[in-house]
C-alpha cells in the first residue's frame, strides 16, 4: 500500500521526509516522489523504482523548504512510471497532492474538469484532486478541500500542499489510514506510525471523515461540515517492527484484518450506482465476442487456483458457461481443447508465477482471450493478457496468502456476474440480491473477526496434533481446500481437504478418535447431506469442528464446536467462511511456534517452474 510523509516545522523537510519514506519502505511500491515549495514556486520531485532513484534524482541539490509532503506509490490506475507517481500538481503548480485509496467516480470528474479546460499528464485517478482544487479554490484551502470531498466518492488518505498557502498543510482521510504526529513547533502527517517514530510517540489517529489542518505551531482537526473535533492524543508505545505490523504480532494477521477494506477496494467503482449490474470497464470484449464464448479455462496455482476453482462453481451457476479449474504447471502439458471461442482466466496475486505465465502463454498461443486476475499493476501477467481486472488488495507481505484470496473471489463474483448480465442468465432481481450482499460482506468479515474466540479453544486442544481433515460439500469443499493449504504451509500441521461425500471411499480409513475433522456446513441445499458425513466421521471418535452460517442450528446437535458465520447468499459464503480457517491456521501457526510470515521452504513469487 501506498506511504505518505508530511512535514511542516523549523528544519529542512526534505531529509524528514525522505527518511520518513523509507520507513515505510516495508509497505510495498514501485515510485516515489516528493512536492516542496522553495522561493515561490512549487517543486515536484517524483521517480519510478525505488527511493534510492528519487535520492539520485535529488543528489546534489540543495533545499531550504521547511514545508513539503512525499508519497511512495503502489501501482492501482495507470502503471508504474514517473508521469504516473505522486504528488501529482494541477495545471498551474498551485496544489500538490498525495493520496492513498480510490477515487471511485475519477472517469466522470476527469471528462468534466477536460471540458473545463484541465489538462491531465497521467493515467491516476489521484489528479481529479488536484485539478478540483484549483477549479474550486476561492482562498481558502480548508473549504476548497470541504468542497472537493463532497465531490468524490471511494476511500482516500490525501494530503495536499498549496503555493497559496504555503504555512499549512491540510490532510483528509476516509477509509485510509492516515495519522498526524505531534511534535514541538512542528508537526508531521503519515500513512503508518513507523514513519513518525524518530520524531514523535504522540500521534492523533485521524478517523473517517475528518480533515487535519497542519501549520507549525499547532494542528486542527475538523470534522465534513467544519466543526472543531477534540482528539485524544495516543501514545504510542510499539517498537519499530511491531509499528511496521501496525501493532500486529505478524504481516499475516494484519493483512487478514484488511481484508474488510480491501474487499470494498475491490469492488469500488465496479457496481452499477444504482446497484443493478456490474461496471468492468477493462474488460472491453464486444457483444459478439462475450456471446460466442463456448468454454472457459481458469487456470492459475496454490491459493489462486483455489480463488479460481470458486470462479469455476459461480460463472458456471450464474453465467452457465462451462468452465475447467485448472492447476497451471498441469493445464499446458494436458493438450487442452482450446480455440478462438474459449476464454482463459489467470489468477495471479503477483502476476509473475511462473507455471501461471506459461500456461497464459500457451492458451494464447493457441487461440483463446485472456483475461488476468491479478494484484499487481503492470505485472507480467497483466502486461500479456487481452484483458486486465486488477483485485486492488494492496500489497501482501506475509507468504500466506490472505486478502489476496478473498479479493479474487471477489473478482470472481464480479466476472460472473457481468457474464450472466451480459448473457440474459440471470433474473434482474437475483441479480440486483447477489450485488447487495456482495456490499454487506466486508462489514460481515469485520464481524468475524470481532468474534472468532472459539478457535483459541481449538487451538488450545489440538495443536500437538499430527493431522487435520476439512470437509465439505460443492463451494465448501472449494473453502476447505483453500483452509487445508493454509493449515498445512504455515502451521506445518498435516492437513487434508477431501468433498465430503468422497471420504467414504477410502480416507474414512483415516478417522480415528481424537482426529480434528473442520466441516464446512454454509450451504443450505447441501445441508442434510452434510449432518451425514459429519454423522459418519463422529461415529469413527472424530472431534467435529463446524462451520455453519449464522441461523443453521441443527449443527450444534451433531458438532462439537460450532463457528458461524454471518448469513449471505450462498455463492458468497467462501468469502466468508475462510476468514475463520485463515485465523485458524494463524493461531495454530502461533501456538506451533513456527515462522508465520516466512514458512520454511516457501517464497512468495515463485517464478521458477
Ligand atoms: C499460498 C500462496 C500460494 C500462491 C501461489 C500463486 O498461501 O500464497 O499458493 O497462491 O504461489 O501465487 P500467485 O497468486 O502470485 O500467482
Known amino acids: 500500500m501506498c506511504g505518505i510523509m508530511g512535514y511542516i516545522g523549523p528544519r529542512e523537510a526534505v531529509p524528514i521526509i525522505m527518511e520518513g519514506l523509507q520507513k515505510l519502505e516495508y509497505r510495498g511500491y514501485d515510485s ?30 540543495t533545499f531550504t523548504a521547511m514545508s ?14 514517473d508521469v504516473n507517481a505522486h504528488p501529482h500538481a494541477d495545471c498551474q503548480g498551485r496544489f500538490a497532492v498525495v493520496h492513498n485509496g480510490i477515487i471511485e467516480n475519477y472517469l466522470p470528474l476527469r471528462e468534466w474538469l477536460i471540458s473545463m479546460g484541465h489538462k491531465f499528464l497521467s493515467e491516476t485517478d489521484t489528479e481529479v484532486l488536484s485539478h478540483l482544487l ?14 472537493v470531498i ?23 482521510r476516509q477509509d485510509s489510514p492516515l495519522v498526524v504526529g505531534l511534535g514541538e513547533g512542528e508537526n508531521f502527517l503519515a500513512s503508518d506510525i513507523p514513519a513518525l517514530l524518530a520524531h514523535t510517540r504522540r500521534t492523533y489517529i485521524l478517523a473517517d471523515g475528518e480533515i487535519a489542518v497542519l501549520t507549525r505551531e499547532g494542528v486542527q482537526v475538523i470534522d465534513q461540515f467544519g466543526n472543531s473535533v477534540e482528539k485524544p492524543v495516543f501514545e504510542v508505545k510499539w517498537e519499530a517492527a511491531q509499528a511496521e505490523k501496525g501493532g500486529f504480532d505478524h504481516f499475516m494477521l494484519k493483512e487478514i484484518h484488511e481484508q474488510p477494506s480491501a474487499l470494498k477496494d475491490t469492488l469500488s467503482g465496479r457496481i452499477n450506482p444504482d446497484g443493478t449490474g456490474v461496471l468492468l470497464n477493462e474488460i472491453t470484449m464486444t457483444p459478439e465476442e462475450l456471446k460466442n464464448i463456448n468454454k472457459i479455462y481458469i487456470t492459475a496455482c496454490g491459493t489462486a487456483y483455489h480463488a479460481g476453482l470458486v470462479g469455476k462453481h459461480v460463472i458456471e451457476k450464474l453465467a452457465r458457461i462451462p468452465v475447467e479449474a485448472d492447476i497451471a504447471s498441469e493445464f499446458r502439458y494436458r493438450d487442452p481443447m482450446i480455440d478462438d471461442k474459449t476464454l482463459l482466466i489467470v489468477v495471479s496475486q503477483s502476476g509473475e508465477t511462473a507455471d501461471t505465465l506459461a500456461a497464459m502463454r500457451e492458451a494464447r498461443r493457441r487461440g483463446a482471450k485472456a483475461i488476468a486476475v491479478t494484484n499487481v499493476v503492470d505485472s507480467t501477467v497483466a502486461r500479456e493478457a487481452d484483458y486486465v481486472l486488477y483485485t486492488w488488495a494492496g500489497p501482501e507481505i506475509a507468504v500466506a496468502s490472505t486478502k489476496a484470496y478473498t479479493t479474487q473471489l471477489m473478482a470472481m463474483y464480479l466476472l460472473a456476474l457481468y457474464f450472466a448480465e451480459r448473457r440474459g442468465t440471470m433474473p434482474r432481481e437475483e441479480l440486483k440480491t447477489v450485488i447487495r450482499e456482495m456490499k454487506k460482506l466486508s462489514d460481515k468479515v469485520k464481524v468475524i473477526l470481532d468474534n472468532c474466540q472459539a478457535i483459541d479453544k481449538f487451538v488450545a486442544e489440538y495443536s500437538h496434533c499430527g493431522s487435520a481433515f476439512f470437509i465439505g460439500r460443492g463451494l465448501d469443499h472449494t473453502v476447505a481446500q483453500e483452509g487445508a493449504l493454509k493449515l498445512k504451509e504455515i502451521s506445518y500441521m498435516h492437513a487434508e481437504a477431501y468433498a465430503a461425500g468422497e471420504l467414504k471411499h477410502g480416507t474414512l480409513a483415516l478417522i480415528i478418535q481424537g482426529v480434528p475433522v473442520i466441516a464446512l456446513a454454509t450451504q443450505q441445499a447441501l445441508f442434510e447431506k452434510m449432518v451425514s458425513n459429519i454423522k459418519e466421521v463422529k461415529a469413527r471418535d ?16 451433531v458438532a462439537d464446536h460450532v463457528m458461524h458465520i454471518p448469513s449471505t447468499h450462498p455463492v458468497l459464503a467462501p468469502i466468508l467462511s475462510v476468514v475463520p480457517l485463515q485465523l485458524l491456521a494463524y493461531r495454530m501457526a502461533v501456538a506451533r511456534g513456527s515462522d508465520v510470515d516466512q514458512p520454511r521452504n516457501l517464497a512468495k513469487s515463485v517464478t521458477v517452474e
Open 150 to 172: 463532497d465531490k468524490i466518492e471511494g476511500s482516500f488518505a490525501m494530503v495536499i500542499l498549496s503555493l497559496d498557502e504555503p504555512g499549512t498543510i491540510v490532510a483528509a
Open 68 to 81: 513539503g509532503i512525499g508519497h511512495t506509490r503502489w501501482a492501482t490506475h495507470g502503471r508504474p512510471s
Open 542 to 557: 472424530a472431534t467435529v469442528i463446524a462451520l455453519a452460517m449464522e441461523g443453521i442450528k441443527e449443527v450444534e446437535k
Open 32 to 61: 516515489s516522489g516528493v512536492a516542496i515549495i522553495e522561493d515561490g514556486v512549487l517543486n515536484v520531485y517524483k521517480k519510478v523504482g525505488k527511493l534510492a532513484e528519487l535520492k539520485n534524482q535529488l543528489n546534489g541539490m
Open 134 to 147: 484549483e477549479e474550486f479554490y476561492e482562498g481558502d484551502l480548508v473549504q476548497t478541500v470541504l468542497r
